[in-house]
């Protein structure tokens, strides 16, 4: 992201609640501490998100993948099954690896928000459905076998999300496989499997 010059107020907030609650949790951060980290007052904050919660809520949903994933469904499949999945699993591993600070709060915090556990759970929904969708479309173009897409979408889905948490913490916990290696080799034996 730019510089904090650069930033809108919004932004400000968004960014310092993150880095804040990341740190010491959601219920180790007051909302006056969030706004001097952002440089901005307390009155501010509540002026623009009401609550520390709506700031949390909103910071995850500016933060997420989905958005960006919808783009790239849109806009750059060439619908050939593994150039495909592959900008599909390196997107998503930009995406969440840029967004780290923020899946780690949504793993931490879910108990401690009402709402929040189903509030998380909507980006990776919505990524099955469109996933879904897309390897319908590639089985009615003849480019993928006859396949149940939901849980072909659940398979690519809990791949890429295994090797991203395996991560979470520490990268190193099999040093002698890089992210890369693994995404074109698991991407190979995905189109493997599913090319007619």
Known sequence: MSSSKN????DKLLMAAIDLIAARGYNGVTTNEIAVAAGLSEKTLFRHFGSKQNLLESAFD???YIEEMKKL???KLVWDLETDLLLISRTYHEIMNRNRKMIQISIKEEGNMPGFRERTQQQ???L???LSEYFTEMSEKGKLIQTNP???A???MMMNFGAFMNDLESND???TVSLEEFISESVQIFTRALTP
């Open 124 to 126: 990776p929904q919505q």
């Open 73 to 75: 469904f849109n806009e």
């Open 7 to 10: 930033l809108s107020s919004k």
């Open 128 to 130: 099955m459905d469109i």
């Open 150 to 152: 939901e849980v072909q």
């Open 154 to 156: 659940l398979s690519f």
């Open 62 to 64: 500016r933060f997420h």
């Open 173 to 175: 916990n099999f040093p």
